[in-house]
């Protein structure tokens, strides 16, 4: 195995991180009296090589995420998993992204709605989406208000090419003293609310992604569906990369 011959390979230490990350959410599920099956573990590939999506799908991770587009692109030409968007998308690119992934998770605004319902009726095709929720208000991050998912959610409705299936939200960074599982759970805890509001109309809006590597209990203990776990499968990414 050249995993083996090499120290630095892809597929070194992935066996037993995704071994402790599968624990993790274990421990958390029957914590919260959860079955932990229905947690569906995403690993986020983004800015490692190819090497290491294929090293993540012989371990066993069927599912991987990207943040860009174009690594998305890459990855998903040789790489047989189910491909997740999680980063913003950009309407010029839709056209790579519909039919790709299997889920895209960043829809936040209407004009997107718009050109994925027409991409994905072209190609006779419905995408599956999340609205991405921005729940923390945080200038930096993508994502509607919370006071706007309804009328966003609705307005998909609308659109015969876009299924909505559930909710994102990635929480802000936590203050000095404060865990990122702290900090975060009202954010997980307000995404599963208007979930639960929204599923009384709609009622295939069942998905909760959230939970990263550093709050993945939290998210589970409020009823996260998807967890999103880069560094904690596949190590650090380099500095200033997202
Ligand atoms: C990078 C990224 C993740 C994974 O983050 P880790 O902290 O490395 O687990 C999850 N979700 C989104 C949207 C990301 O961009």
Known sequence: MSAAADPQGPADGLDARLA???????TAARAAGRDPATVRLIGVTKTHPIATAEAA???????????????????????????????????NKVRDVVGRAALVHSVDRRSLVDVLDQRARAQGCVQDVLVQVNVGEDPAKGGCDLADVADLVTYAAGAAGVRVVGLMTVPP????????????????????????????TFPEVEELSMGMSADLEAAVAEGATMVRIGSALFGPREEGAR
């Open 20 to 26: 402790t990350v599968r624990a993790r959410i274990d």
């Open 173 to 200: 960074l936590p203050g000095d003293g404060v865990t990122h599982g702290d900090a975060a759970r009202p954010h997980f805890r307000a995404l599963r609310e208007a979930r639960d509001t929204l599923r009384g």
């Open 57 to 91: 799908l012989a371990a066993g991770l069927s599912d991987l995420a990207e943040n860009r587009v174009d690594a998305l692109v890459t990855k998903a030409a040789v790489v047989p998993a189910r491909w997740h968007l999680v980063g913003r998308l950009q309407r």
